[in-house]
């Protein structure tokens, strides 16, 4: 059964204790794997594609990079305001339909 | 710059009304898509529609219709709504099938 895991569910860091993101799938045939931020009563926002093994991409203290089976999302120095839910998913499959199976997601709460 | 617009944000039903989320986007994107979100589940893809014209079943499109009105605009509709159905709605759009999802800020539903 294809699916996109990820873990832990929840992740309590004091400000700059660094720490990583899990996202693992098992689907047929991987076109991009997708990190979205979430905040409270807002839809997802945008953070990252990757497309192929070994790829990296950075954006400020967010750093996903993408192996085979699972993806990762680093966070360097965190601070209070990168407190929010984050998804990953993936798009997979034949033909161009677009459709996404999502992770339920990591609540992150970082402390001040 | 909206992005992606949905109406109305709130909303409470009483089993067995009817009624249509609104949704309209303003990047000139082919692809718009419906998801559901509950707690635990994930996000999950009711309908979709990969351009103009065109409309396809998602993972859960059991009690739900939908009209991609123009290459703008893309309603979905609830016929006989069920306890079941409340959820939080997210629109979305991509430019092209299997490029990146952008999201609009979700409709509260309450069925009651």
């Known amino acids: 059964e294809d699916q996109v895991t990820q873990s832990p569910e929840a992740l309590r860091l004091q400000e700059g204790e660094s720490s990583s993101l899990n996202c693992s799938y098992t689907?047929?045939?991987?076109?991009?794997l997708f990190w979205y931020r979430q905040d409270p009563g807002k839809g997802p926002e945008f953070l990252f594609t990757?497309?192929?093994a070994g790829e990296e991409k950075e954006k400020e203290r967010l750093k996903a990079t993408l192996t085979k089976k699972e993806s990762f999302l680093h966070i360097t120095a965190p601070k209070p305001e990168d407190s929010a839910t984050y998804l990953c998913?993936?798009?997979?499959?034949?033909?161009?339909?677009?459709?996404?199976?999502f992770g339920q997601g990591t609540t992150l709460q970082v402390k001040p | 710059n909206a992005g992606v617009t949905q109406t109305p944000k709130f909303q409470v039903l009483k089993t067995g009304q009817s009624m249509t989320l609104q949704c309209a986007q303003d990047?000139?994107?082919?692809?718009m898509y419906w998801y559901r979100q509950d707690p635990g589940m994930g996000l999950r893809l009711i309908y979709y529609?990969?351009?103009?014209?065109?409309?396809d079943k998602g993972e859960v499109p059991n009690g739900y219709n939908v009209s991609r009105l123009n290459k703008r605009e893309f309603s979905l509709r609830l016929e006989s709504a069920a306890p079941s159905q409340t959820s939080v709605y997210f629109c979305?759009?991509?430019?092209?099938?299997?490029?990146?999802?952008?999201f609009g800020e979700g409709s509260w539903l309450t069925v009651v």
């Open positions: 979305a759009s991509s430019e092209q099938s299997g490029n990146t999802i952008y």
């Open positions: 689907v047929s045939g991987l076109r991009g």
């Open positions: 990757l497309y192929s």
């Open positions: 998913a993936a798009d997979y499959g034949s033909g161009n339909t677009g459709k996404l199976i």
């Open positions: 990047m000139n994107h082919n692809s």
């Open positions: 529609s990969a351009s103009e014209g065109t409309t």
